[in-house]
């Protein structure tokens, strides 16, 4: 079966970027959607279709894929943005998520 | 605005048959494009998907689960219901229902109900 490998944890100083990555077998042929879960919170979707952001989505997420990995990226990573993201993508119409990664600000 | 709600048993005992549903509000289950699928999310674990119907009743199970997995829509109520049998502890956790686009053969979930937490054991 399909599977994204994201990396367990990423660590980030307020104000500088995050970058987290997910990677699975020729993803850059696959379109990623990135979740934002926090602590005891439901998951919410922050990055559709490679790089397309929600409404209400703030400037500061951006996607991008090339290759076999797809990465979220947080400009000026705010104390707020701590929290578990989750990639997903779609394989023989059926659905994957990565395995998360946890995203602290120091 | 869009909003979805699980509902449920929160203690089922091993090898019984879980029934869950989902009851949701702002969009319509007859739109071209939307579908409702079905998450969960083993306590301090991963997200892992489970199912999801779309408008034309088009169903789709992850593989692994397939086996125990049935999703059923009801529009006119605005529920979905999934069941999935023989449960087991490794089963426990919250169970979420979620809004999906389905757009050039992707589907995404763009809202999320609160998810319930349903626990398996003796």
């Known amino acids: 079966s399909y599977e994204l490998t994201q990396p367990p944890s990423v660590s980030v100083f307020p104000g500088q970027t995050a970058s987290i990555t997910c990677s699975g077998d020729n993803l850059g042929n696959k379109y990623a959607f990135w979740y934002q879960q926090k602590p005891g919170q439901s998951p919410v979707l922050v990055i559709y279709q490679h790089s397309k952001r929600p409404s209400g989505i703030p400037e500061r997420f951006s996607g991008s894929n090339s290759g076999n990995t797809a990465t979220l990226t947080i400009s000026g990573t705010q104390a707020m943005d701590e929290a578990d993201y989750y990639c997903q993508t779609l394989d023989n119409s059926a659905v994957v998520f990565g395995g998360g990664t946890k995203l602290t600000v120091l | 605005q869009i909003t979805l709600k699980e509902s449920g048993p929160t203690l089922v005992k091993p090898t019984q048959t879980l029934t869950l549903t989902c009851t949701f509000s702002?969009?319509?289950?007859?739109?071209?494009?939307?579908?409702v699928g079905w998450i969960r999310q083993p306590p301090g674990k991963a997200l892992e998907w489970l199912a999801l119907?779309?408008?034309?009743?088009?169903?789709r199970y992850s593989p692994s689960l397939k086996s125990r997995l049935t999703i059923t829509k009801d529009t006119s109520k605005k529920e979905v219901v999934l069941t999935m049998t023989n449960m087991d502890p490794v089963d426990t956790g919250t169970y979420y229902c979620a809004h999906s686009w389905y757009s050039s053969s992707l589907d995404w979930f763009d809202s999320w109900g609160q998810g319930t937490l349903v626990t398996v054991s003796s």
């Open positions: 702002g969009f319509s289950l007859s739109t071209g494009g939307v579908g």
């Open positions: 119907i779309r408008w034309n009743d088009d169903h």
